[in-house]
């Protein structure tokens, strides 16, 4: 038939585009690093760091490994207006028998604002290591924070939660990001 239009429709450039760079950056972005990153096996270190918030499973891990004689100090990072997580409610920043514990809140209250935080009460309690425990999609952009920011020997660990698929995609997507930033916008320390 002359002049009917075609069935056949080209893509639209803009669509094409978007699709092709979500398969380029799905391709180039670390899925095993996130949700399934390298951890450090636990030793003796001066501290150990809860990341906030300062969730259940994180508090549970960290006092396992103060029981385990791995520290007898531990620092938790927390926000003194969490009703959750937040320094009042949390048991454990009313001490421990028999153990050092230091509640606070970091500033800025995010990870590169904790590290710093670390770096100072380090400095300040003459301690050279440390142990950080956080989620696991949470692992590898702590590591890259500590790796540039923490003059000690740090180590990183996942509180060993199990994360679901679903929280995994929407962890993932955050981290991703997270990632891009700390290694653009965010890509020195804090003093």
Request: charged fraction near 15%; hydrophobic fraction near 40%; charge should be negative.
């Amino acid at each position: 038939r002359q002049g009917s239009p075609s069935l056949e429709q080209k893509p639209r450039p803009p669509l094409l585009f978007l699709t092709a760079f979500s398969l380029i950056l799905g391709a180039l972005t670390p899925v095993g690093p996130i949700l399934f990153p390298y951890q450090d096996a636990p030793r003796d270190v001066d501290a150990i760091m809860v990341l906030g918030p300062a969730q259940e499973s994180r508090l549970r891990h960290a006092t396992a490994l103060l029981k385990a004689g791995v520290s007898v100090n531990l620092v938790v990072s927390t926000s003194d207006e969490d009703e959750t997580f937040g320094t009042s409610s949390l048991p454990v920043c009313n001490g421990i028998d028999g153990y050092s514990v230091i509640c606070g809140q970091s500033e800025p209250f995010t990870t590169q604002g904790e590290i710093a935080w670390i770096e100072e009460l380090s400095i300040k309690n003459n301690w050279s290591s440390v142990l950080i425990v956080t989620s696991s999609p949470h692992v590898f952009r702590t590591r890259i924070y500590a790796e540039r920011c923490y003059s000690g020997d740090a180590l990183i660990r996942s509180d060993g939660l199990t994360v679901s698929p679903w929280n995994a995609a929407s962890e993932y997507i955050y981290q991703v990001g997270a990632t891009a930033k700390a290694y653009t916008v965010s890509n020195g320390c804090i003093d």
